[in-house]
């Protein structure tokens, strides 16, 4: 059987991770939820009936290993195959060679496709035929949400499978296994105490080729047969957090952190202000993303929430990080216990869907600006009533175009300040109610 031709086999010289890779089913650790008994994934393996498939995850949860099973499992000839070193004329000699294994030998050809969102789309579309026409069956591995980075055309043909970050548990078999196998370290007596595996596994993130390949620089590194969580944490050194600033990832995050202020959640707040910038998010782009939210969902609740936010832009921008992180913690936390209110951004969403819907509606010849003769002879500006010759400072009279009678974007909530803002305009609102002083014969004091 021929098994990534293009890659070669993991001989004894290979990583750890490369040469305990799983060989059957029955060998993989983790996804459960796709290649338990009775799931979907096992059982078209099994049965020889896959057809293109996108396997999405994230690094080190077995994308590559679970394509190496699959032609083990269905006796097919698997094809490795790279987006950043390959392109399209390789494609085509794949093909070729898919057709004549297909034609004499009666041998599916299997096209694993490593981080396939490298391909653009015009360079994914050279997949669509070969994939249509059954010439190959394409097993794309990726990073990245296909619904971003994969060509819609070739995503209606595939089935996409997630695959999710293994857990401490699953890491920790993993790791005995190295320890047992001899493939693995299981020809030299090493002896790695339960709480350095407890800690590795924990350490990994859910990445199986973290786990293992630090396992094997422990054990290269080691002076004597035995390990400790020390011997781990200085092979390990500082593993970086799974965060694209320009992918899926940095998006999950920047929601979370911002769904935590609307929930009212200090502590989660800060913990995703954190990740962001453990792993290096810029920190004028979190506090842009405060002084959005101040205005969104904050608001008139507590107006100094806005006033906070673009302090903390001033700070930041003034002194940098590290010390930003204080006034990004400080602001966080005042925005986060902050009463909330989104009725200032539903007030001018509503405003502006009424005029895309009514268009330009004449304004009131009584607030028209009447600069010249003519424009008075008008009636531009006439009748029109100075607010601060009534009582309140408010004039019984209309703002609003006359279709629009009585309408109200703004209702504020009855949250924070802005419930005196509610009292506030329901008082006005009796005063407008109340006639007019001037035509009563008086004038407020």
């Known amino acids: 059987m021929e098994l990534f031709e293009q890659a070669g086999r993991g001989g004894a010289d290979a990583p750890l991770a490369e040469r305990l890779r799983p060989r059957t089913l029955d060998e993989m650790v983790g996804q459960e939820h796709l290649l338990g008994p009775g799931k979907v994934l096992r059982r078209l393996i099994e049965a020889d009936r896959l057809s293109s498939v996108i396997f999405w995850g994230p690094p080190g949860t ?58 653009n789309k015009a360079q994914q579309d050279a997949f669509l035929p070969y994939v249509e026409q059954g010439d190959i069956i394409l097993i794309g591995a990726t990073t990245e949400n296909p619904s971003f980075e994969i060509n819609s055309a070739l995503l209606s043909r595939s089935r996409v499978f997630v695959l999710q970050p293994l857990a401490a548990p699953q890491l920790r078999i993993l790791l005995q296994r190295a320890l047992n196998d001899p493939r693995g370290l299981g020809e030299r007596p090493l002896r790695v105490s339960e709480e350095a595996l407890d800690w590795l596994a924990e350490q990994s993130h859910g990445d199986a080729r973290v786990a293992l390949n630090t396992l094997e620089v422990a054990a290269a590194a080691a002076s004597g047969d035995e390990l400790g969580p020390e011997a781990m944490r200085e092979a390990m050194q500082k593993k970086a ?27 989660a707040a800060l913990y995703w202000l954190a990740r962001m910038l453990e792993a290096g998010e810029d920190a004028l782009f979190i506090v842009r993303r405060l002084v959005i939210f101040a205005a969104e969902d904050v608001g008139n609740a507590d107006p100094r929430g806005l ?38 951004y539903r007030g001018i969403e509503e405003a502006l869907a009424e005029v895309r819907r009514s268009g330009a509606l004449p304004i009131p010849l009584h607030l028209r600006n009447a600069p010249t003769g003519l424009m008075k002879e008008l009636g531009y500006g006439k009748e029109y009533r100075y607010a601060h010759d009534y009582e309140g400072g408010v004039a019984p009279q209309q703002h609003l175009p006359e279709a629009l009678g009585e309408r109200r974007f703004y209702r504020p909530t009855t949250r924070g300040y802005e419930k005196m803002i509610g009292e506030r305009l329901r008082f006005w609102q009796s005063l407008r109610q109340g006639g007019n002083a001037e035509d009563e014969g008086e004038k407020p004091e």
């Open 62 to 119: 077995g994308k590559t290993t679970l394509g190496q099973v699959i032609a083990n499992t269905t006796r097919s000839r698997l094809v490795f195959f790279s987006a950043v070193l390959q392109g399209v004329k390789e494609v085509r000699e794949i093909v070729a060679r898919a057709k004549e294994e297909k034609a004499f030998h009666g041998r599916k050809t299997l096209l694993f496709v490593d981080e396939i969102h490298r391909f």
């Open 241 to 267: 957090l799974l965060y694209d600033k320009g992918a899926e990832e940095h998006y999950n995050v920047i929601s979370a952190f911002i769904k935590s202020l609307r929930g009212s959640d200090p502590d």
């Open 307 to 344: 006033q906070m936010a673009m302090a903390a832009q001033q700070a930041v921008h003034f002194v940098g990080l590290p010390e930003g992180r204080i006034v990004l913690a400080q602001a966080v936390t005042y925005l986060a216990t902050a009463p909330k209110s989104n009725a200032s």
